[in-house]
């Protein structure tokens, strides 16, 4: 079957960045280390895609499970956002890109939470990319905060359980002003979802990597993105109805 893309640039991708841990355990380093080079890739990924013409970028930073890693890692990644974020608001304010954060933020201290509202609204009307950094983020989460949400608006008498359906449910979730990611990439060899955006992936194409995150290059993305074009995406449709509609 031939194969038609329909839309040669996604308008939102979203990273897994996994690999840090690894890359720098080759090198005989601290688990840190690998962040630290991380955080270098993050900025080449951004630069990258927002070239390409890329609206929305999500990226997986903290995962709600990652509270689980030791002590020391945990601090670490804590400061490096903080750095991060001290270091790279300005120059991604002069590119035109928009910061969000998404998950639950309330388990940072006062200070990172105020330094993440500070970005927010630093770059809010930025228009050239939307970058949403998921930071104690989880698929679950989100999906049971959108529930909860509904359920109390119910409990108000402000809609119906009736009236929810997914277009309802949709506006309720993390990035429900967004359109849902068209290509999902992971690093880092593993072939998971990992609890990262479980209903906006719904339709999305998946593309792995065994490259490990600090090692994701220009060419690596680029190469991404070409897959896409040459995946034939159906929403359930045949692949006739899909080329005849082209
Ligand atoms: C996964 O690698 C990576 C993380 C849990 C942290 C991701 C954070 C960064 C790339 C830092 C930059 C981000 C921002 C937004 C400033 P891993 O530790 O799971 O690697 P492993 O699988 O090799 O152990």
């Known amino acids: 079957m031939t194969s038609q893309p329909q839309e040669s640039v996604p308008s939102h991708?979203?990273?897994i960045m996994d690999g840090n841990g690894r890359w720098a355990k080759k090198r005989l380093m601290p688990r840190g280390y690998g962040h630290r080079q991380g955080v270098e890739t993050t900025r080449r990924a951004v630069e990258f895609f927002a070239a390409a013409g890329i609206k929305h970028l999500t990226l997986f930073a903290f995962s709600s499970e990652n509270w689980n890693r030791p002590?020391?890692?945990?601090?670490?990644l804590m400061e490096l956002f903080m750095q991060?974020?001290?270091k790279y608001t300005n120059e991604l304010h002069e590119k035109g890109i928009r910061i969000r954060f998404i998950g639950n933020r309330a388990m940072f201290s006062e200070a990172l939470q105020q330094k993440i509202s500070e970005t927010e609204v630093i770059t809010g009307n930025n228009s050239v990319m939307t970058l949403n950094i998921a930071a104690n983020y989880g698929g679950q989460w989100d999906i049971v905060n959108a529930a909860r949400a509904l359920a109390g608006q119910v409990s108000e008498g402000e809609i119906t359980p009736a009236q929810i359906d997914e277009q309802v449910f949709r506006q309720e979730l993390s990035l429900g002003d967004s359109p849902d990611p068209d290509l999902f990439i992971r690093t880092g060899g593993e072939h998971r979802i990992s609890n990262f955006l479980l209903w906006q992936l719904a339709y999305a194409e998946f593309y792995f990597c065994d490259?490990?995150?600090p090692d994701f290059s220009d060419s690596d993305m680029r190469d991404a993105l070409t897959e896409y074009t040459q995946r034939q995406r159906r929403y359930g449709k045949t692949g006739e109805q899909i080329e005849a509609a082209n």
């Open 211 to 213: 490259r490990l995150w």
């Open 71 to 76: 002590d020391e890692e945990v601090t670490g």
């Open 84 to 86: 991060s974020l001290q």
């Open 13 to 15: 991708v979203c990273i």
